[in-house]
């Protein structure tokens, strides 16, 4: 890390003295010639302004702090607005002898009233007049403003009596809040004053707990705009949860409730102790530095830590790679240890702050009633008492006995009751009594056994752990990955409030709260045996990131030495072990292999081994998804999913082991042949079809769609050789579009690039081909938003039909493919890789290709495998963020596997070619952003 810098002097930056005496000269050099006078004035003073904003530039490049540099642009920005001041009231409309009526005052406010500025910031300037406008006070305002919009300043401002700010803050809490904040730059200092003076008395005094409530009522709603969690991996630092803007929140309450007190005197009460002051102070100086980085490497206000910008910013604050863990990773997770303490400070100082004069409901921090006689109620539980509908402690009880740090929670989440200020900070500071004695207590064990596996609510008992640090200090496996941050595009949360979210998405499951969006995952939750095993290897499930041996070897090493300390039985031990091992596998095998294949079901059913492994990994394996991020998860991950478990299921149900796919295999065969009956009863006509097919088709279909399929496949028989049809499918969130044409070579290739060059994703694709030489391909796709492709316009599927009935024919469809924007994706580095497997399946050889994701890469690679002489028997597309992984089964042309080394390597290197063609097209991307972003840092 970079050495921190002595503070400049502001008059080293800007001398105010000098910059007056150089506009003055200007003025007399140029008496008359008003356009001139305004020209040299602007020069002098931009000149300034951009000697004031690269000294702070250089200045935090080299390690001055974020609140110092903040402090030196305000003061910077205060000397030029002030000289403005003088050089508009003394050259261009000066009053010799001001009336009452041209008295006019200049302030600050908002964030720009507090002190400290952001590079790029907007300044909010409030005009101050004795009463009515006049002439004079209407020509300095214009001429002042149209020279600050000149001079690139973005201005907010408003031109007001001191009756109209008094009376339009008390109706309006954001004009009240930036009030509250000004500060006089220059001008009648008496209008000042008054002011304030009558501010205080006349809008503050005694309306403490209405701003409270109002403000923390705002602070919520912004979060929500801005994305409830304080962990988003692409976090906004201003107003996001856990960013700047909370603190500000802190310092209005606290300069409501203590007016005429800095924030500095507010923080040295009693109530608050050394070490959470000094919390607050680097949280706000460390977010100041972010921000500050983040306008200066944009050139804009930007307050979004964005993929492409966090590996310069990194950089710029002197973060640098350290063993595995790479210097955007370590940026990140300082960032997101300090949200998480800003969420900590906030729970406590709000409350504690307005403790003299609101005393709060037992419905959470943001809701307000005014003070009333707070009794406190003893509990059951020794040592617990209830205080204003809140859980609070007696003294000492943590130093009687440290098991009481879990219980604490425990009696919270059974009686839904928030926690006391006072018994968080208690906590908080009471961790280190959390020795190894206490993590091998088998007390301490059954009470946070109960809260994770028996819990009401535990996704929001564990989050209150974590911000209180007991979480990670009971279970240092969990607190080695809290703010942990995976540096890709497919993750949305950090690590730990991934896996809060997906604890809680277990327990909304176990609860029956989610019947509609996860149907099997609700039935078969009754059935589980061991719920504690669940809980604990979804809680666990991650702990392995970035360990030796890769995840999921780390993370089972890691939950069987959590698991021995929590003192459990050794069989559990090694179920959960077993569960964060093959948490993956699940979701690997449904996205990426044929489930009508029967070696896939097979493989996976001796993986598994018994039925409540599988519903234990079914449960697993929907909460994990579900939690990565917004949208993530849809109908048909759920489909797949389904499939595969019924699947196995009924291997189960037929032959354990070594008879696994024979029982599979015996399951298909009686299941093709009861439909080819079904088939030959409802439509004669259709026979033949049925006849034709594989048996691997029929176990993919029910009895409606095999029959519509056979009605495509004659209408393309019978009209110009191709056929298509298209249908929306809820249940999937995919449209579904099969087209029936005349096998050929390429036909996969022309069908993909259709659909490439209409805008739609596919997410998966099933190719079959009868006897016949009757092709059938079914593509599921989606549009660029997520959702079912047609699913708003109709008409645009029905035409993507007709397109793709043409391209069958061998009809060219004369569109480009989309253009992707590499700017967020372009900052990650992504090695290609291409596998060749001939085990996965007893009649093709499965080829996964991996690399970076961009529009027509599945067209690209089919083209690949086309070319070298190879069939495609069904693809599987998966995209995890930035990265793609798209899984063929492929065949020669005689119908064999790919057998050959040779031919074998050449279809690697082939495919590889593609994929690291979209990768050098990236590379490019990544450059022209670091030159950009360094163009604007020397701007």
């Keep these: 890390m970079v050495t921190r810098l002595r ?40 000149a300034a302004l951009f000697r004031g904003r690269m000294i702070a530039k250089e200045r935090l490049e080299n390690g001055a702090g974020g609140i110092e540099t903040a402090s030196l642009l305000s003061g910077v920005t205060d000397e030029v607005v002030s000289a403005l001041w003088d050089f508009t009231t003394v050259h261009v409309f000066r009053a010799r002898n001001p009336t009452e009526g041209e008295r006019l005052a200049l302030m600050a406010v908002g964030g720009y009233g507090r002190g400290t500025l952001a590079p790029f910031s907007d300044i909010d300037l409030l005009f101050v007049r004795p009463y009515k406008q006049t002439a004079h006070a209407e020509s300095v305002i214009e001429f002042m403003l149209y020279a600050l919009w000149d ?8 031109s007001r009596t001191i009756e109209e700010c008094i009376k339009l803050s008390r109706e309006d809490f954001t004009i009240r809040t930036s009030i509250l904040e000004a500060r006089r730059l220059t001008g009648d200092a008496k209008l000042a004053d008054e002011l304030m003076r009558r501010f205080q008395a006349e809008v503050v005094r005694g309306t403490g707990a209405e701003f409270v409530t109002a403000k923390l009522k705002e602070r919520d709603e ?37 007016p005429g007190q800095s924030i500095e005197k507010v923080l040295q009460l009693e109530m608050f102790a050394r070490r959470e002051v000094r919390a607050f102070i680097q949280a706000f100086d460390f977010l100041w530095a972010v921000r500050g980085h983040l306008h200066f490497a944009t050139g804009r206000p930007e307050e979004r830590l964005t993929f492409d910008l966090q590996p310069e910013i990194a950089r710029r604050m002197g973060y640098g790679d350290r063993g595995d863990a790479p210097a955007v990773e370590r940026f990140m997770r300082r960032y997101f240890l300090i949200a998480k303490d800003v969420g900590a400070l ?33 509990l059951a539980e020794p040592g617990f008492v209830e205080v204003g509908g809140r ?38 500071r009471a961790i280190s009594l959390i020795t190894s004695a206490v993590r091998r207590d088998r007390h301490a064990a059954r009470v946070f056994l109960d809260i994770l596996a028996r819990g009401r609510d535990p996704r929001t008992t564990l989050t209150l752990m974590t911000e209180a640090g007991v979480l990670g200090r009971y279970l240092p496996e969990f607190g080695r990955i809290v703010a942990q941050m995976q540096f890709n595009m497919y993750h949305s949360y950090t690590v730990d409030e991934h896996t809060l979210r997906a604890v809680g998405v277990i327990s909304e499951i176990a609860a029956g709260r989610m019947p509609e969006e996860h149907p099997l995952a609700t039935q078969i939750m009754p059935l589980i045996v061991d719920r504690e095993a669940l809980f604990l290897a979804m809680l666990l499930h991650d702990t392995g990131k970035g360990g030796a041996g890769g995840q999921e070897v780390a993370g089972a090493r890691a939950a069987r030495q959590a698991c021995e300390r929590l003192g459990l039985e050794r069989s559990k031990i090694e179920l959960v072990a077993w569960l964060v091992e093959h948490h993956l596998v699940m979701s690997d095998t449904a996205q990426k292999r044929d489930i009508s294949d029967p070696r896939t079901v097979s493989d996976f059913a001796a993986i598994v081994q018994s039925p409540e492994r599988l519903r234990l990994l079914l449960v697993l394996t929907v909460a994990d998804i579900r939690a990565v991020g917004p949208g993530v998860w849809n109908g048909w991950k759920g489909q797949l999913l389904r499939e595969l478990y019924s699947a196995t299921e009924a291997v189960f149900r037929g032959g354990r082991g070594s008879d696994a796919a024979a029982a599979l295999r015996r399951y298909q065969e009686n299941a093709a042949y009861d439909a080819r009956v079904r088939l030959a009863r409802v439509e004669a006509s259709a026979e033949s079809w049925g006849d034709a097919m594989e048996d691997a088709y029929f176990t993919a279909f029910d009895d409606a769609e095999v029959l519509a399929h056979a009605r495509l496949s004659r209408s393309a028989r019978d009209e110009k050789g191709a056929a298509a049809a298209g249908r929306v499918r809820a249940d999937l969130n995919a449209s579904e579009l099969v087209v029936a044409a005349a096998d050929r070579p390429r036909l996969f290739v022309d069908l993909a690039e259709a659909i490439t060059a209409a805008g739609a994703n596919i997410v998966g694709a099933r190719v079959f081909t009868s006897r016949q030489q009757q092709a059938l391909d079914v593509f599921y796709l989606q549009d660029i938003t997520g959702a079912p492709f047609g699913g708003v316009d109709p008409r645009s599927l029905t035409r993507l039909g007709d397109q793709l009935a043409a391209a069958a024919r061998g009809e060219p469809h004369g569109r480009e493919p989309r253009r992707q924007d590499l700017a967020r994706a372009a900052a990650f580095a992504i090695t290609p890789a291409v596998m060749l497997d001939n085990d996965a399946s007893e009649t093709a050889t499965v080829v996964e290709a991996s690399g970076r994701d961009r529009p027509g890469l599945l067209a690209s690679l089919a083209r ?37 080394a040779r031919k074998g390597n050449s279809l690697k290197a082939a495919l590889l070619a593609d994929l690291n063609a979209g990768e050098a097209e990236s590379a490019r991307a990544r450059r022209t952003n670091l030159q950009q972003a360094r163009a604007s840092s020397a701007r």
């Design 7 to 46: 503070p400049t002097r502001l008059e080293y930056v800007v001398d105010g003295v000098r910059l007056r005496s150089q506009l003055s000269a200007a003025a007399l050099e140029r008496v008359g010639d008003e356009p001139a006078q305004r020209k040299a004035a602007l020069d002098i003073l931009k």
């Design 151 to 158: 001079l690139g300043f973005k201005v907010g401002h408003a």
């Design 222 to 258: 912004r979060q929500t705009r801005a994305g409830a969690s304080r962990y988003m991996v692409e976090p906004n630092i201003k107003e996001g949860k856990g960013g700047l803007r909370d603190l500000n929140t802190l310092f209005w309450i606290a300069q409501y409730l203590h």
């Design 346 to 378: 906030t729970r406590v100082f709000a409350a504690k702050l307005e403790s003299e004069q609101v005393k709060m409901e037992p419905r959470g921090i943001s809701r307000f009633i005014p003070g009333r006689k707070v009794t406190r109620k003893p």
């Design 391 to 428: 859980l609070d402690v007696d003294p000492d009880i943590f130093q009687t006995d440290p098991t009481n740090l879990l219980r604490l929670f425990k009696v919270a989440d059974q009686r839904n009751l928030d926690l006391h200020p006072d018994a968080f900070t208690a906590a908080s």
């Design 864 to 900: 690949t495998l086309s070319d070298a002489g190879l069939l495609i028997t069904s693809a599987h597309i998966g995209g995890y963020g930035e990265r793609a992984v798209d899984a063929f089964y492929v065949v020669d042309e005689a119908g064999d596997k790919i057998t050959d």
